[in-house]
C-alpha cells in the first residue's frame, strides 16, 4: 500500500460541472499540500494544511476549494474550471508543518490527471 | 523572490555514461537545497538532500555538492542506468517554513541501452 493514494486518478470534466479529488495518506502525518503540474511549467503549490488548518492560500482561484476533515484526508472541490485548468494534481504530506520547519520531506501521491473540456 | 533554475530538458544519454544536470538558486541566507525525482506514472519522491554549505547529498549513487560560492547544487551520477530515466526536480524552501517548497521547473532524463 502506498502512503499517499489518489483518486480518481483520470478525470474528465465540463466547465460546468462539479467534482472533487481525493488523498488519502496512511503515514501518520500532520501536513497535507496540494500541488499543480502544468506542462512546461515548475510545480505550483496550492494549498497547505497543518493539523486540519488552512495554513496556506497560495493566490488559487477560488474555483478550488480545498476541505481537510482529518489529517489523513485531503479533497479539493472543483467548480466552473477553466481549460487551462488541465493538469496534474499532486497531493502530498509532511510529518510535520509549522513555521520553523524546512524539512523538505515531502510525501507524494501518484497524482489526479484533470482534463477540462 | 527565491527561486530555482535548473538545466532544459531532456537530456537524452546512453547506458553507463555519466550525468549532470545543473542548478543554481536565489535564496536570502542558506537554505536547505533538495532534489526530487518522478518516475513516470508515479509521483515526487525525494532523492537526496544537503542542509548546510558544503555538504554533500547522495542516495541511490546520485551525488550532489551544496556550493554557496557558486549557489549552485548540481546533481550527479557516474553512471546511469536505464531505470533511471525520469524527470528531477531540483528544490528550496520558502520562506516561513510549513516544509513548503520552491520547486524548478524539471530536467527529463532519457537513458538508452
Known amino acids: 500500500e502506498t502512503g499517499v493514494t489518489q483518486t480518481p486518478r483520470h478525470l474528465v470534466m465540463g466547465m460546468t460541472n462539479k467534482k472533487s479529488l481525493k488523498c488519502e495518506q496512511h503515514?501518520?502525518?500532520?501536513?497535507m499540500y496540494w500541488y499543480k503540474q502544468s506542462a512546461k511549467k515548475p510545480l505550483e503549490l496550492m494549498f497547505v494544511?497543518?493539523?486540519?488548518?488552512?495554513?496556506e492560500n497560495n493566490s488559487v482561484p477560488s474555483r478550488f476549494s480545498p476541505e481537510c476533515p482529518n489529517s489523513s484526508h485531503l479533497f479539493l472541490h472543483l467548480h466552473t474550471l477553466q481549460p487551462e485548468d488541465s493538469a496534474l494534481y499532486l497531493c502530498a504530506s509532511s510529518q510535520d508543518a509549522f513555521p520553523g520547519a524546512n524539512t523538505g520531506e515531502l510525501f507524494f501521491g501518484e497524482g489526479s490527471r484533470l482534463t477540462v473540456l | 523572490g527565491d527561486s530555482v533554475t535548473q538545466m532544459e530538458g531532456p537530456v537524452t544519454l546512453s547506458e553507463e555514461a555519466f550525468l549532470t544536470i545543473n542548478c543554481t538558486y536565489t535564496a536570502t541566507g542558506y537554505p536547505s537545497l533538495f532534489w526530487y525525482v518522478q518516475y513516470p506514472g508515479e509521483g515526487l519522491q525525494l532523492l537526496l538532500k544537503?542542509?548546510?554549505?558544503?555538504d554533500k547529498g547522495s542516495n541511490k549513487g546520485f551525488e550532489a555538492t551544496y556550493r554557496k560560492e557558486t549557489t549552485s547544487f548540481h546533481l550527479e551520477k557516474g553512471s546511469v542506468q536505464v531505470s533511471d530515466s525520469a524527470v528531477y526536480f531540483c528544490?528550496?524552501?520558502?520562506?516561513?517554513?510549513?516544509?513548503?517548497?520552491?520547486f524548478g521547473a524539471g530536467t527529463r532524463l532519457a537513458v538508452h541501452p
Open positions: 494544511y497543518s493539523l486540519e488548518e488552512r495554513v
Open positions: 503515514l501518520g502525518h500532520n501536513a
Open positions: 544537503a542542509t548546510k554549505a558544503d
Open positions: 528544490a528550496l524552501p520558502f520562506s516561513g517554513g510549513y516544509n513548503k517548497l520552491i
